[in-house]
T-cell receptor, first 109, second 114 residues
Framework: KNEVEQSPQNLTAQEGEFITINCSYS?????LHWLQQHPGGGIVSLFMLSSGKKKHGRLIATINIQEKHSSLHITASHPRDSAVYIC???????????FGKGTKLSVKP | NAGVTQTPKFRILKIGQSMTLQCTQD?????MYWYRQDPGMGLKLIYY???????DKGEVPNGYNVSRSTTEDFPLRLELAAPSQTSVYFC?????????????FGPGTRLTVT
């Protein structure tokens, strides 16, 4: 069993829809990251969180430490949101991230 | 700041050849990492470094070597390339491995071994 599980693996939405991507993890963590990987391949950090909720524009990330679960929400989705969204947890002393396999999101106009 | 840069962007190697993937960061970060990303899989840690002169193995180090002679540079060496090393390689850096520090990723190197 992977230490970080994401669902769904693939998601197709119509422009304007509310989107939720889920992440469950099985290890103790100091922080959870949501990353975005665009079709060109580059990876950028969207959020780091260790408790509660964070919001940036149309993106919202929540985490429940007791349940070891995090969600990434996108409100009023747009075709430019099409990307792979990756959940990663930071748990080791090396500081490296343990990654989920990613959720491929496609938003149709 | 350029952030984290990687060269080359693409490379095709024949089985048994060697090459070095270059990674440079200009943010004065102590921690640097090499990950590989295989299709349908999450990124896996190959090697990491917590500062100049200090490196250690990650989850999938076999077939690779690294060095860290300066804070800025963290090259990844492939000796005797094998088809199993076909992957996309990402270098990343962060100020610290502890707590609340973001990791910054390079643009990746797409390597094919045939």
């Amino acid at each position: 069993k992977n230490e970080v599980e994401q669902s769904p693996q693939n998601l197709t939405a119509q422009e304007g829809e509310f989107i939720t991507i889920n992440c469950s993890y099985s290890v103790g963590i100091s922080a959870l990251h949501w990353l975005q990987q665009h079709p060109g391949g580059g990876i950028v950090s969207l959020f780091m969180l260790s408790s509660g909720k964070k919001k940036h524009g149309r993106l919202i990330a929540t985490i429940n430490i007791q349940e070891k679960h995090s969600s990434l929400h996108i409100t009023a989705s747009h075709p430019r949101d099409s990307a792979v969204y990756i959940c990663a947890v930071r748990g080791g002393s090396q500081g490296n991230l343990i990654f989920g396999k990613g959720t491929k999101l496609s938003v149709k106009p | 700041n350029a952030g984290v840069t990687q060269t080359p962007k693409f490379r095709i190697l024949k089985i048994g050849q060697s090459m070095t993937l270059q990674c440079t960061q200009d943010m004065n970060h102590n921690y640097m990492y090499w990950y590989r990303q295989d299709p349908g899989m999450g990124l896996k840690l190959i090697y990491y470094s917590v500062g100049a002169g200090i490196t250690d193995k990650g989850e999938v180090p076999n077939g690779y070597n690294v060095s860290r002679s300066t804070t800025e540079d963290f090259p990844l060496r492939l000796e005797l390339a094998a088809p199993s090393q076909t992957s996309v390689y990402f270098c990343a850096s962060s100020y610290s491995g502890q707590g609340w520090y973001e990791q910054y990723f390079g643009p990746g190197t797409r390597l094919t071994v045939t």
